[in-house]
C-alpha cells in the first residue's frame, strides 16, 4: 500500500470521526452566547423599570406619601421574586394542570431542574426564568398607582402575594406557555408579544377594581393634591422608556432579526405618543406638560407591548398615536365620573393595553399572516384575527377584575386594606415605615 493510499485512508476516518462527533453534539442544546448576552442585558433593562416605576409614581404624589409609594414598587421585588421561584415559575410554564387554569411540574419548583438546562434557542433557562421573574414583579407594583396614598402596607404585601399566584400567574400561562389555550386560540394564537394582556391589562382593570372598592383619598378630590416632585417623575419616566427595550426587544427570547423589528417598533411608538399627547394636550387646555409628555410616552409603550413582534414602524407609530388619544380621553372620562385611579393606572395601562392588544390586528406585517393562513389550512383574514384578539382581551378583564374584588374582599377581611384616616392625614410614610422622604416630620 502507498503513503498517497495510507494518506487518503487516514484523512477519511478522521474527517468520519469527526462528523460523527459533531453531528453527536447536535443533538444537546449548547449556549449561544449571543442570544443569553441580550437576554441578561434585556433582564437588568426589565428590573431596572421597577425602580423607575417607583420614582415616577413617587413623584406623583403627596411629601408625606413618597416613600410609601415606592416601598410599594420595591416590596413587589422581594414578595414576587421569591414567589416566582418557589411556585411561579412551575405555574406560569409547566404543563397544564386542572384543566388548563393553571400549569405545574415539580421539577420547576425551586427552579430545581434549571441548573443544566438550555433552551433550544441556546439560552439557558435560568436566564428565561429570570427575565420572566421580572413581569411578575413589576405587574402587581403597576396597580399600587390606582389606590396610591390610601392604603395599609401589610395589606398590600398579601394582596399582591395572592394577586401573582391566583391571578398573573394563570394569564400569563393561557398566553404564553406553549399549551396555554390562549396561546393556541385561532390560527397562530392570541397575539401579546410581551405582556399587553398578561401585564397591562391585569394591571390596569385590577387597579381599576381596587380604586372603586376602596373609594377616593380622604377629601379628593376637592382637596389640593399637589405632585411631590415632578423631576423624579420624568426622571422615572425615562427609566421605564430605557427599561421597556428590554421589555419588549428581549421579549424575543434571542439575539435576532425579531430584536430588531421589536426594538424599533418600542421606540417609533414611544416617541409618536409623546408628541401626539402634547399636541391635543396644547390644543385641549393651552399649554403641553412635562407630566402629559412623559405620559405620552408610556401611553406608546403600552400600546406597542404586544404588537412589537408583529408590527412594521408605521404601524408601531399609528398605535402610539391612537393610545396617546384614547388614554388621554379615559382620563378626561375618569375625572368626569369622579372614581379615584389615583396614577392612572387603568387610564394608561388599562386603556393602552386594550388599545394596542385590539388595533394592532390592523397593522400585522403580511409574514405573519401568511403564517397564521399556513396553520389554518389555507386562508385567515384580519376579522379572524380581531376576534381572537377581542376574546383575548374580554377573557383577562373579567377574570383579572372579578379575581381582584374577591381577592380584596378576601384580604380586608385579614387585614383592614384602607388605611385609618388617621394614617392618611399623617402620611404612608410614618403611619407604617416611621420615616419621611424629605427629612419633614409631617409635610402636606
Not at 57 to 73: A, E
Not at 188 to 208: C, R
Not at 269 to 278: D, E, H, P
Not at 322 to 332: E, K, T
Request: charged share 10%; aromatic share 12%.
Amino acid at each position: 500500500m502507498t503513503n498517497h493510499v495510507i494518506r487518503r485512508l487516514v484523512l477519511l476516518i478522521v474527517g468520519c470521526t469527526s462528523t460523527f462527533l459533531v453531528f453527536g453534539a447536535s443533538q444537546e442544546p449548547t449556549v449561544d452566547t449571543g442570544s443569553t448576552a441580550w437576554m441578561l442585558v434585556s433582564t437588568a433593562l426589565v428590573l431596572l423599570m421597577v425602580p423607575g416605576l417607583a420614582m415616577f409614581y413617587g413623584g406623583l404624589v403627596r411629601t408625606k406619601n413618597v416613600l410609601g409609594t415606592m416601598m410599594h414598587s420595591f416590596a413587589a421585588m422581594g414578595i414576587m421574586t421569591i414567589l416566582w421561584i418557589i411556585v411561579g415559575y412551575s405555574m406560569c410554564f409547566g404543563p397544564n394542570v386542572l384543566g388548563g387554569w393553571f400549569g405545574w411540574s415539580s421539577d420547576f419548583v425551586f427552579l430545581r431542574s434549571l441548573d443544566t438546562s438550555i433552551m433550544d434557542g441556546g439560552v439557558p433557562e435560568y436566564v428565561f426564568s429570570m427575565f420572566q421573574a421580572k413581569f411578575a414583579i413589576i405587574t402587581p407594583a403597576l396597580i399600587a398607582g390606582a389606590f396610591a396614598e390610601r392604603i395599609n402596607f401589610k395589606a398590600y404585601c398579601l394582596f399582591i402575594a395572592l394577586w401573582g399566584i391566583l391571578i398573573y400567574n394563570p394569564l400569563c400561562h393561557w398566553v404564553w406557555a406553549e399549551d396555554g389555550f390562549l396561546f393556541n386560540l385561532g390560527a397562530n394564537g392570541a397575539i401579546d408579544f410581551a405582556g399587553g394582556t398578561v401585564v397591562h391589562i391585569s394591571a390596569g382593570v385590577s387597579g381599576l377594581v381596587a380604586a372603586i372598592y376602596l373609594g377616593a383619598r380622604r377629601g379628593f378630590p376637592k382637596t389640593n393634591m399637589p405632585p411631590s416632585n415632578l423631576v423624579m417623575t420624568m426622571i422615572g419616566g425615562g427609566l421605564l422608556w430605557v427599561g421597556w427595550f428590554g421589555f419588549n426587544a428581549g421579549s424575543s427570547i434571542s439575539s435576532s432579526l425579531l430584536t430588531a423589528q421589536a426594538l424599533t417598533a418600542t421606540q417609533v411608538a414611544a416617541a409618536a405618543g409623546a408628541l401626539s399627547w402634547i399636541i391635543v394636550e396644547g390644543w385641549h387646555q393651552g399649554k403641553a406638560t412635562a407630566l402629559g409628555l412623559i405620559s405620552g410616552v408610556l401611553a406608546g409603550l403600552v400600546a406597542v407591548t404586544p404588537a412589537a413582534g408583529v408590527v412594521q414602524p408605521f404601524g408601531a407609530m399609528m398605535l402610539g398615536i391612537l393610545a396617546s388619544l384614547l388614554c388621554y380621553g379615559g382620563i378626561l372620562v375618569k375625572n368626569k365620573m369622579g372614581y379615584d385611579d389615583s396614577l392612572d393606572a387603568f387610564g394608561i395601562h388599562g386603556v393602552g393595553g386594550i388599545v394596542g392588544a385590539i388595533l394592532l390586528t390592523f397593522f400585522i406585517r403580511d409574514s405573519w399572516m401568511q403564517d397564521a393562513a399556513a396553520a389554518a389550512g389555507g386562508s385567515w383574514s384580519v376579522i379572524q384575527q380581531l376576534g381572537v384578539q377581542v376574546l383575548a382581551v374580554a377573557i383577562a378583564l373579567v377574570y383579572a377584575g372579578a379575581g381582584t374584588l374577591l381577592l380584596l374582599w378576601i384580604v380586608n377581611k385579614v387585614i383592614k386594606f384602607r388605611a385609618t384616616p388617621e394614617e392618611e392625614m399623617q402620611g404612608l410614610d410614618s403611619a407604617f415605615h416611621g420615616e419621611s422622604g424629605y427629612g419633614m416630620l409631617n409635610p402636606n
